[in-house]
């Protein structure tokens, strides 16, 4: 009840396309949803998040979609960049709590 | 100014041998981390302190010791190191717990290969 699953574990996109990854969680409980980025050789670093109170974020390119109901999250991101190739980490966690719980990341290649 | 510092960035060890892992961070957070990460990418947790007192220990070997002598440091001693321990390990803080949507701040990563 503690996971979070993600898909898929690779992924490539065309320049210029929609980069889409999912994650689903079993736990209720879970009331914060980030996303993390991380490019080869550094830490992941956050990208944008999400609370169950909203079922859409946007921050330029990168949207967050929540599903309460379906307990599922994706990540969109448009017009995708050879930049924005890096693995993906999506995460949860509740209440006061200090402790995320990490999905299994996903590498996203854009070919120019 | 890095945030959050760990050293070494790069060590190469034999096995049996005893290596430690510092970390500073200079976000004036509550809370630091280390995690775990191996080469299919997957982040593990082990460890985590909240000004000073260990509040997660997840299930690794006895041979890694966390130690925390002020809130802005936290080192990693392993002992006895093992094949199986090379991985990189993450350093990372963050303000506290979760529930006012807090973000945790990683170092770069310390790689650590046991030959």
């Known amino acids: 009840q503690q996971q979070v699953k993600q898909s898929p574990q690779s992924l490539i996109v065309q320049k210029g396309g929609i980069s889409i990854i999912n994650c689903a969680y079993e736990?209720?409980?879970?009331?914060?949803f980030p996303w993390y980025q991380q490019f080869p050789g550094k830490g992941p670093a956050l990208l944008i998040a999400?609370?169950?109170d909203v079922s859409e974020k946007k921050e330029g390119r990168f949207t967050i979609s929540f599903n309460k109901s379906a307990k599922q999250f994706s990540l969109h991101i448009m017009d995708s960049q050879p930049g924005d190739s890096a693995t993906y980490f999506c995460?949860?966690?509740?209440?006061?709590?200090?402790?995320?719980?990490w999905g299994a990341g996903t590498k996203l290649i854009i070919k120019p | 100014d890095t945030a959050v510092s760990q050293t070494p960035k790069y060590l190469v060890t034999q096995m049996g041998n005893d290596k430690s892992i510092k970390c500073e961070q200079n976000?004036?957070?509550?809370?630091m981390y280390w995690y775990k990460q191996d080469s299919k990418k997957f982040l593990k947790i082990m460890f985590s302190?909240?000004?000073?007192?260990?509040?997660i220990n997840e299930t690794v070997p006895n041979r890694f010791s966390p130690k925390s002598p002020d809130k802005a440091h936290l080192n990693l001693h392993i002992n006895s190191l093992e094949l199986g321990d090379s991985a990189v390990y993450f350093c990372?803080?963050?303000?506290?717990?979760?529930?006012?949507?807090?973000?945790?701040?990683f170092g770069e990563g310390s790689w650590l290969t046991v030959v």
């Open positions: 999400i609370r169950p």
């Open positions: 995460a949860a966690s509740k209440g006061s709590n200090y402790q995320l719980i």
């Open positions: 736990n209720t409980a879970f009331d914060y």
């Open positions: 976000l004036g957070h509550d809370t």
């Open positions: 302190y909240n000004n000073k007192e260990l509040i």
């Open positions: 990372a803080s963050s303000p506290g717990h979760f529930s006012s949507g807090n973000t945790i701040y």
